[in-house]
């Protein structure tokens, strides 16, 4: 029985400019100052001899094989996504970049502000524009109620506020 799983959506190719400018430093770095320190390494491990059995020139094969996957990537997704760095005409409704107050099942309020796929990160509250819970959101004003289908529930929210900075 084979075993093929169909291609995961396709990301969204919206960023705010604070993510865009961190996927690029980190492209930088990556370039400038990672792969370098990695590939005289690699030279001085392959200079050792056999290299079947060499530990260290397999590591910095592997290690330089991922640096250059990720400056790949990180180079054709810059090229592919479109930075948003206005506010919306409208902001008093819910769009890309804004940060949305909500109150949950249980009455505690949550903070997220709704970004790019590249640049979610749950410890500052940053979501994907593509989770269902900012999908639910988007073109919501503030008072709008929401049922959103997670994973492993279905959650209600309602929105308290809506900012832009």
Do not use: C
């Amino acid at each position: 029985m084979p075993r093929w799983k169909p291609p995961p959506p396709r990301s969204s190719p919206y960023i705010t400019a604070e993510g865009a400018a961190a996927l690029d430093a980190e492209l930088k770095a990556l370039w400038q100052k990672r792969r370098r320190e990695v590939v005289p390494a690699l030279s001085a491990a392959a200079a050792e001899g056999d290299r079947s059995e060499n530990a260290e020139y397999i590591y910095r094969k592997k290690q330089l094989g991922e640096i250059d996957r990720r400056v790949r990537y990180l180079s054709k997704r810059l090229d592919a996504v479109e930075i948003i760095d206005r506010k919306p005409p409208r902001q008093d409704k819910v769009f890309f970049g804004a940060w949305v107050t909500l109150d949950n099942d249980s009455g505690t309020s949550v903070e997220y502000r709704i970004v790019g796929a590249d640049e979610t990160d749950a410890a500052k509250g940053y979501i994907s524009v593509d989770s269902p819970l900012a999908r639910a959101l988007l073109g919501r004003s503030t008072g709008d109620e929401v049922e959103v289908e997670l994973p492993d529930s279905r959650r209600h929210f309602a929105l308290l506020s809506i900012r832009y900075e």
